[in-house]
């Protein structure tokens, strides 16, 4: 399947930030925001919040991702608290709902609007998984035996649906969106997502 990556406003700019870390803002950041909102003026009225960078993007754009511990400590605490935990404390969904979920690029895409079904994950864009599909992003670290590496331990269980739920309170300026927070998956799909990387007979940890 062919994976496309749906930017984001602030997700662009954050691309911008990334790709010019090197040299010192040429462009005055209200200029850039001006020209990010001018380059989308048709968009669809549900899209306009996307492009308002939130206090977390506007602060890993102002210091190009690479914020102060303060200002990291601060990010990743307020990210933190928007964490919502399934009501049952159980992480554990079905994987391969979760495989079929990062295989699927479906989600906040001009094409998408209004939404038909349910967002994908589109972790493959950014991940390797499994050996099986070849197709993969490489932004993101390979997802390989990431249960079987950590020996399914219930804390990397945890950690591994705070990480999706908002990957901005592991890593302040983390490229990984953030799937709970911003609404693009539901607790449910978050779970399924984990039994993906944590199910000791999913395709990730049998090395299929
Ligand atoms: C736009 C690219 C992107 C997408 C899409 C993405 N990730 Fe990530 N992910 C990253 C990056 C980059 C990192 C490395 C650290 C960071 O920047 O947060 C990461 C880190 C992780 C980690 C922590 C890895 C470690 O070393 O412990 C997990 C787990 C993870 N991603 C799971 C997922 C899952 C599951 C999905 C799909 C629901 C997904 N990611 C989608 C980019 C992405």
Redesign the pocket.
Known sequence: MRKV?ALTGAGLLTVIAVAHAQQKPAVDPAKADAAVKAAFANAPADWVPRLTPDETMRRCSQTRNKPGKATAAAIEKRERATIEYPADGNFIGDWKKGEA??QNGYGLRFTDYPPRRASG???Y???QLTKKEVSY?T???S?LE?GKLRDYKPEAIKA?YE??YN?HA??AC????R?GTNKI?TIDQIKD?VA??MSPDSPVNKGQ
């Open positions: 990556l979920l990062a994950g589109n972790c864009a950014c991940h992003g932004l993101g670290p997802l990431y591994a990480k999706i990957s592991v890593l983390s490229n990984m969106p799937f998956l997502a993906l990387l």
